[in-house]
């Protein structure tokens, strides 16, 4: 389709030309704020320069916006957590800086590991999955996922000939985040599906995990000895361990407003 080019638009016609243009050209948010940065740019006679820069900025803008929802959808968190709203005057273990320049993704672009070891209501998979949105925020691809899944993923995908298939999609990821690694025991079989998981990612790619065991107690869940000094090798050589504490202050949280409750 071709549009006709003509001097001396109508304002309304000039706004049709612009509107399927954009259409054809997928320009959505020019198309969406054209008028209102039109309005602002005879107010404020900005120069033609000016005018098209707000245009193509608005559009830019709005292009990384979706691609970044895109890839936080992408992740498969199970809920949205932020670093905004973790309350760190809770739970004091948790270091607000060491937390902040986590957020900078500079671990990610290392390739380093993270490991976030505490109990239930510590604010473990709160961090786990604030700091994996952060990452898609800043365009890494990201993938979220329980151990036990992840394992029985595997599982299946050994018995169906596919596991190669599977570990490379998860190879590929630039955040693995495992959540809940040392709730459940594995037999053999599934702890070295999860081993080669590690390893294909290893210095590649970053992991973050989330457990409730230290690394003293993660036996328990890898039974083979040496097969669980391997993981605990592969999850912290370069990397970052946080240990969120023994104290629930989600539990505390809770308690607070029952009494505020009570007392009102």
């Known amino acids: 389709m071709t549009l006709p080019r003509q001097r001396g638009l109508t304002e309304q016609a000039a706004t049709t030309a612009i509107d399927t243009a954009c259409r054809l050209l997928r320009l959505p948010s020019i198309r969406n704020e054209f008028a209102d940065i039109a309005d602002r740019a005879a107010k404020d006679q900005m120069t033609y320069r000016g005018f098209l820069a707000e245009l193509l900025m608005a559009e830019c803008d709005d292009r990384a916006r979706r691609r970044s929802e895109r890839r936080i959808k992408a992740a498969g ?37 993270l490991c976030l070891i505490g109990d239930s209501g510590t604010g473990k998979s709160h961090m786990l999955i604030a700091l994996g949105t952060e990452a898609a925020m800043k365009g890494y691809r990201v993938r979220y996922t329980l151990a036990t899944k992840l394992v029985n993923e595997l599982v299946e995908a050994a018995d169906e ?104």
């Open 77 to 113: 968190f199970p809920r949205e957590k932020s670093l905004r709203t973790f309350d760190f005057d809770a739970n004091p273990n948790i270091d607000a800086a060491t937390i902040n320049t986590l957020a900078s993704c500079e671990w990610i672009k290392k390739s380093q590991p």
């Open 161 to 264: 000939k596919q596991l190669n298939k599977t570990i490379a999609r998860y190879g590929r990821v630039d955040l693995l985040c495992i959540d809940e690694l040392g709730y459940m025991e594995l037999d053999r079989h599934g702890a070295e599906l999860l081993f080669q998981v590690l390893t294909e990612r290893e210095e590649k790619n970053s992991v973050a995990i989330a457990s409730n065991e230290s690394f003293g107690g993660w036996t328990k869940t890898f039974t083979d000895p040496r097969l669980c000094a391997a993981i605990v090798d592969r999850l912290t050589f370069n990397g970052t361990i946080i240990e969120t504490g023994t104290d629930s202050y989600r539990l505390a949280s809770t308690r607070a407003r029952a009494e505020h409750a009570e007392a009102g």
